[in-house]
């Protein structure tokens, strides 16, 4: 059974840094996509990160230069490092898996759904 | 930036047919994924590449894309389908995934 456990979460000062981690059991991290996705309190998902099996990895524009994805194959664990964390960072993070192929194909560098989240960790960015 | 539009909610009494649409620039060429969060809750993907039922999705629960509209129906729903749908798309432009704002589905 897949199973994302995140934490890392909690109440953190302007401009102080943060980092998150998600469990994974079921699978490996490092065969598959694993992306961060946020949702500030009462808002939509908004896509933060992800790290592909290749290790490359990309960032949504409103974090880049500030928040770092990585991953642990030892402990098959994900992380999000978050520095210069401001007001609008806050958010319920969520770990998921990414998957690319369908029942016709793959699509390994193109579109990709994500088929498993955690339960999501609460970041709260206040003074 | 690519951009999805959704409506911010869509009514539907019980038992009826519930669509959500989720607009976007020839979003036909794209696939479509979307997902149903319930409050408190993670989101579950109910359709991936436009059509596409993950196991253990009702088969009530189906998509298409065609043009500038990509569509969830919801047939025979239930007061239990009552969630917030997000549609999403990978931008090949940007390299990023792109999440429309989100539908509230009311069961009246």
């Known amino acids: 059974e897949v199973q994302l456990v995140e934490s890392g979460g909690g109440l953190i000062q302007p401009g102080g840094s943060l980092r998150l981690s998600c469990a994974a059991s079921g699978f490996s991290v490092t065969n598959k996509y694993m992306t961060w996705v946020r949702q500030a309190p009462g808002k939509g998902l908004e896509w933060v990160s992800v790290i592909y099996d290749t290790g490359n990895t990309d960032y949504a524009d409103s974090v880049k230069g500030r928040f770092t994805i990585s991953r642990d194959t030892s402990k098959n664990t994900l992380y999000l490092q978050m520095n210069s964390l401001r007001g609008d960072d806050s958010a319920t993070y969520y770990c998921?898996?990414?998957?690319?192929?369908?029942?016709?194909?793959?699509?390994?560098?193109?579109?990709?759904?994500?088929?498993?989240w955690g339960q999501g960790t609460l970041v709260t960015v206040s003074s | 930036s690519y951009v999805l539009t959704q409506p911010p909610s869509v009514s539907v009494a019980p038992g009826k047919t519930a669509r959500i649409t989720c607009g976007g620039d020839?979003?036909?060429?794209?696939?479509v994924h979307w997902y149903q969060q319930k409050p408190g809750q993670a989101p579950v993907l109910v359709i991936s590449?436009?059509?596409e039922r993950p196991s253990g999705i009702p088969a009530r629960f189906s998509g298409s894309n065609s043009g500038n509209t990509a569509t969830l129906s919801i047939s025979r729903v239930e007061a239990g389908d009552e969630a917030d749908y997000y549609c999403h798309v990978w931008d090949g432009m940007s390299a990023h995934v792109v999440f429309g704002g989100g539908t509230k589905l009311i069961v009246l």
């Open positions: 998921a898996r990414g998957i690319y192929c369908s029942s016709v194909g793959c699509y390994h560098g193109s579109s990709w759904a994500i088929d498993s």
């Open positions: 020839n979003i036909a060429i794209k696939s």
């Open positions: 590449y436009d059509s």
